[in-house]
């Protein structure tokens, strides 16, 4: 944003999300200042749930790409780069789709009927995808199935239990009727090792069996407690968006009419939530039926041993309601769904039945998806001899939407917000495009500083790898690129960065940075890694990767704006800044160097032990534990010499320390330690720490 315009940050929705706007009249704030809250106000919209978690495969991903364009054009960036816009767009494959509707059904048909009764209706229902049907990604790509129909429980073959749905049943071509789960599920004394989850309760193996059974196609019938939970997270979602939608309406209606930046952006916002709100609904439609998306259940091709050696098979898989295979099994054989499911629960005997006279017509078509997204570039051009060599900064936008692919929180629909991972270096890089334009313009030669906010990073560095194989500046004059990923979690004061020997020249220029900004640096020479920069690297450009560790929020819903390091995060952004004006100002480019490949990704030290070691000692001797401590849980005292934390010996505090950077909270870990000449093992489970 210019210097000399009025910041107002407005709160969209009373959740969270801010705008930051420019006014139309002066006022005098301190630059500095003014970055720093419009930093924080960039990280609060980024991190908001109006953007479902930045997942490519959703469109508020666009939201954030034009979030992000609006803000280098404010900084002063050019970005008339394609075709007069900042966006280098890229498709992204994102797994499976359901293809045309015509070629996705499920037809069920009653003939004719066993019972007495001759005034039974007939029964034809037919459904359509995504109201009542959806093909899984985890059968075949495309089939027809035309046959018979046999119910086969929860679809499971366990001799280890002494159970089996197909015992009694022929399923051999045809069409066979499966229950999620297992049966007992939430039942201690099930047969099925109670409340712990086994094998047969997954996708892939009531696939599998089926297959190994000569089954034609598998119908899949969702559970009433899945049905309700993703029903009570899709009612609170829409809710969520209704309570959004009516504080903007309120908010708009309270603004002056000279307000004009203020309310044609709350227009645009409102009108955006029209699209989100339609496939909210759709989600609770499907929700409420019971029907799974196409890539739920999974969509990798797996092999079935189907004789003398394993070959890759598979079948029509569909996700079909819940009240229409209901209504089938009622008037078919006059009982009703829970019926039978509770029967098998209650005496863990198989209910399988063949489904007389009953037929089925069954088409699925899936194709593979891809996302259209794009780069969002700007660019601060060069000046003088330097002028054609290039400086990138990057950090990607993306994250990992509303779970699923890259959640480390499995079976979780919930949005990932992603405040760390990466909004964080996203609104970074976004303060330093102001920042160096600033500096750069009293400099009478320096590099052109390319910015990118990379798209596709979380699906295997898409975005990244796009840019290097379509560069919109030669690599050639590339000097180096400068990555900033998950940079929000400041802790111990502890500051990686990777790529440090990646270039003749770039650990110089950080060690004497260092000297101003007193980080606990982590300096790691390899150019390699799990981030954008590796891309670079790999095509000869020296990088530096600037990153403040993995922590238990990383891939799950809890990474929260709340959660950031503020005052961190300016310190990173003043001293990364530094670092890229040296970089993009010094005569002498880095020489590109080779680096070892393979090295760990560092985290931060969250889990606690509790202990205080003596520093007046060179043996790793207690000089007390912290009250209430799991060490003191566990037995440990003043005095006790560790000797191993597991198989590994420890011999100095950073041994320690290393190790338990290595550990969560919650885990158990068995310690060696002498006490008063005697050796003694100890358990400790190891707890949060306190700090947070």
């Not at 609006?70 to 816009?85: H, I, M, N, V, Y």
């Not at 070691?613 to 003043?638: F, H």
Request: some cysteine.
């Amino acid at each position: 944003m210019r210097i000399g315009m009025t910041l107002l940050i407005v709160l969209i929705g009373g959740i969270g999300c801010f705008s930051v706007i420019q006014a139309e009249r002066p006022l005098t704030i301190p630059p500095r200042i003014q970055w720093q809250i419009q930093q924080r106000a960039d990280l609060e919209y980024l991190a908001c749930e109006e953007l479902r978690g930045r997942g490519v495969e959703d469109d508020t991903i666009h939201m954030a790409a034009d979030y992000i364009a609006e803000r280098f054009r404010d900084a002063g960036l050019r970005t008339e780069l394609f075709a007069g816009k900042p966006f280098q767009e890229l498709e992204i494959p994102v797994g499976a789709r359901a293809g045309k509707q015509v070629n996705n059904y499920v037809r069920l048909r009653l003939a004719s009927f066993s019972a007495p009764s001759k005034n039974t209706p007939t029964f034809d229902v037919t459904e359509n995808l995504s109201a009542g049907m959806n093909p899984l990604a985890i059968g075949s790509l495309t089939g027809k199935v035309d046959g018979e129909i046999v119910f086969a429980g929860y679809g499971i073959t366990a001799p280890k239990f002494g159970y089996d749905d197909y015992a009694h049943i022929d399923a051999a071509g045809k069409a066979v009727i499966v229950l999620r789960k297992e049966p007992g599920i939430n039942d201690p004394d099930s047969p099925f090792d109670g409340r712990d989850t086994t094998q047969h309760a997954f996708f892939q193996s009531k696939v599998e069996n089926a297959i190994r059974h000569g089954a034609a196609a598998v119908l899949m019938v969702n559970d009433p407690t899945s049905i309700a939970a993703s029903l009570t997270m899709a009612e609170d979602q829409l809710q969520r968006e209704r309570v959004r939608r009516e504080a903007m309406l309120k908010q708009l209606a309270s603004l002056p009419a000279e307000a004009i930046n203020i309310r044609a952006q709350l227009r645009k916002r409102i009108e955006e939530t029209a699209s989100i709100r339609e496939g909210l609904q759709k989600e609770w439609e499907q929700s409420k039926r019971g029907v799974l998306a196409v890539t739920e259940a999974g969509g990798s091709r797996f092999t079935v041993k189907t004789g003398m050696e394993a070959q890759e098979t598979s079948i029509p898989v569909v996700s079909i309601a819940r009240d229409t295979i209901d209504l089938l099994l009622t008037r078919s054989i006059r009982r009703s769904l829970v019926e039978i499911e509770n029967s098998i629960d209650e005496t863990h005997r198989p209910q399988s039945v063949a489904l007389e006279n009953v037929s089925l017509d069954l088409s699925v078509a899936i194709e593979p998806a891809n996302a259209k997204t794009a780069n969002v570039i700007g660019e601060l051009p060069g000046r003088g001899p330097l002028a054609e060599q290039t400086v990138v900064i990057g950090a990607h936008y993306d994250h990992v939407g509303m779970g699923g692919y890259g959640s480390l929180a499995p079976g979780t629909v919930a949005i990932h917000n992603g405040a760390d991972d990466n909004a964080s270096g996203t609104v970074t890089m976004m303060a330093m495009a102001e920042l160096l334009s600033r500096r750069m313009e009293k400099m009478a030669s320096h590099r052109r500083v390319v910015l990118i906010a990379f798209t596709g990073e979380e699906r295997g560095l898409f975005g990244s790898k796009y840019y290097v194989r379509h560069p919109r500046f030669p690599l050639a004059s590339t000097v180096t690129m400068i990555n900033l990923d998950m940079v929000g979690r400041l802790r111990d004061n502890e500051l990686t960065i990777y790529g440090t020997g990646s270039g003749k020249g770039l650990s110089d220029i950080v060690d004497t940075l260092n000297t101003r900004y007193r980080f606990d640096l982590n300096k790691v020479d390899t150019g390699y890694g799990p981030s954008d920069h590796q891309s670079f690297y790999e095509a000869g450009i020296p990088v530096l990767f600037f990153f403040t560790g993995l922590h238990n929020d990383y891939h799950r819903p809890s990474d929260d704006f709340n959660k950031i390091d503020y005052g961190g995060l300016t310190r990173i952004t003043d001293m990364v800044c530094d670092v890229a004006f040296q970089v993009a100002t010094n005569p002498q480019r880095p020489i590109y160097t080779e680096t070892e490949n393979n090295v760990p990704i560092r985290r931060q030290l969250t889990a606690f032990l509790g202990v205080k070691l003596n520093d007046l000692s060179d043996q790793m001797v207690l000089s007390g534990v912290t009250a209430g401590g799991p060490a003191e849980k566990a037995g440990l005292k003043a005095g006790d010499r560790l000797e191993q934390f597991g198989e590994q010996p420890v011999r100095t505090k950073t041994e320690v320390i290393d190790f338990l950077r290595r550990q969560s909270p919650g885990d158990s870990l068995t310690i060696q330690i002498t006490r008063e000449n005697q050796s003694l093992h100890i358990t400790v489970r190891l707890e949060a720490r306190p700090d947070g």
